[in-house]
């Protein structure tokens, strides 16, 4: 599974950007996908996340800012980021997830990661 994400730039204090990410290659099933970033010199952290069911998580620091939504027909989640702050400023991340079974029945989880952009939020 290959994730492509887009949607990055530079956006002053307030302003609004709209993050997208497609999955493609073989596909089975995407149980969850999301949003993670990482700033300079931090952990890289959950934003963002959407299971296949419409059930959502997102990190208390956006929470009433951004959306999650995914197209689970098209295998894409966006995320809509709305009164952007400084310290939103870090490298964005879409995240997928995936379960499997053996020929045994047991579970097998699968977890990719797209290629970064860059959220830039000036002040």
């Known amino acids: 599974v290959q994730l492509q994400a887009s949607g990055g730039g530079l956006v002053q204090v307030g302003g609004s950007l709209r993050l997208s990410c497609a999955a493609s290659g073989s596909i089975v099933s995407l149980n969850g996908m999301g949003w993670y970033r990482q700033a300079p010199g931090k952990q890289r952290e959950l934003v963002a996340y959407?299971?296949?069911?419409?059930?959502?998580d997102y990190a208390d620091s956006v929470k009433g800012r951004f959306t999650v939504s995914r197209d689970n027909a098209k295998n894409t989640v966006t995320l809509q980021m709305n009164s952007l702050k400084p310290e939103d400023t870090a490298v964005y991340y879409c995240r997928a997830d995936s379960l499997t079974y053996g020929e045994d029945g047991s579970p097998i989880a699968w977890g990719y990661w797209g290629q970064g952009t860059q959220v830039t939020v000036s002040s």
């Open positions: 959407i299971l296949s069911g419409g059930s959502t």
